[in-house]
Nanobody
């Protein structure tokens, strides 16, 4: 059974930092990619960042480029999202996602990812 377990969310002041972790179990995604999406109240789930596991190519939404960094630890089968210079508009539930193959679709599409975590709340106060 594949599981993605996120951790690291919390409450932080604007300008602060948080690091989210997503530990995968049950399989590896060495031929695919993992990513982060977020969903604020009343809004659709949106793409934040993704990483191709084997090549370590990364992708970012324009709204987080230069502030967030996605990385992965192959030995731990874990992906991270380092979030710096946080803004109140970054407040959302953050979801980890995984796709077993790079052929399943574009990195920014919700439908590309087969597996999802339960989400972790990030709240940025002004």
């Amino acid at each position: 059974q594949v599981q993605l377990v996120e951790s690291g969310g919390g409450l932080v002041q604007a300008g602060g930092s948080l690091r989210l972790s997503c530990a995968a179990s049950g399989r590896t995604f060495s031929n695919g990619r993992m990513g982060w999406f977020r969903q604020a109240p009343g809004k659709v789930r949106e793409f934040v960042a993704a990483i191709n596991w084997r090549t370590i190519i990364t992708y970012y939404a324009n709204s987080v480029k230069g502030r967030f960094t996605i990385s992965r630890d192959n030995a731990r089968n874990t992906v991270y999202l380092q979030m710096n210079s946080l803004k109140p508009e970054d407040t959302a539930v953050y979801y980890c996602a995984a796709a077993p193959s790079l052929l399943g679709g574009n990195y920014y599409l919700y439908s590309t990812y087969e597996y999802w975590g339960q989400g972790t709340q990030v709240t940025v106060s002004s």
